[in-house]
């Protein structure tokens, strides 16, 4: 049974810095794109960004370009985001996700597993 477990979240002012991470078990990791998303108070859940399974592609939000990164740990059955320059307007419960297709999503749909979350609150 896949599980999705994610961890680092917490309070952090503006412009400062956080990485969360998502250990996976249960599922072959290698051969699953992990993507994050993030769900503010009162709004939709929103694509953040994803790491092809085949290490090759990343694809971000573009609220995000050039202030967070993904990156994949395949020994430790790992994914992380990390996060800089942060914004009041990242706060937000962040969630780690697991699709098979062959090409990045977007839509939150696509996605076959999910971690509970962790919440990001940014202080300006």
């Known amino acids: 049974q896949a599980q999705l477990v994610e961890s680092g979240g917490g309070l952090v002012q503006a412009g400062g810095s956080l990485r969360l991470s998502c250990v996976v078990s249960?599922?072959?990791?290698?051969?699953?794109?992990m993507a994050w998303f993030r769900q503010a108070a009162g709004r939709e859940r929103e694509f953040v960004g994803a790491f092809h399974w085949s290490g090759a592609t990343t694809h971000y939000t573009d609220s995000v370009k050039g202030r967070f990164t993904i990156s994949r740990d395949k020994t430790k059955n790992t994914v992380y985001l990390q996060m800089n320059d942060l914004k009041p307007e990242d706060t937000a419960i962040y969630f780690c996700a697991a699709d098979d297709d062959s090409y990045i999503n977007e839509k939150g749909s696509e996605y076959e597993y999910w971690g509970q979350g962790t919440q990001v609150t940014v202080s300006s």
């Open positions: 249960g599922i072959t990791f290698g051969s699953y794109t």
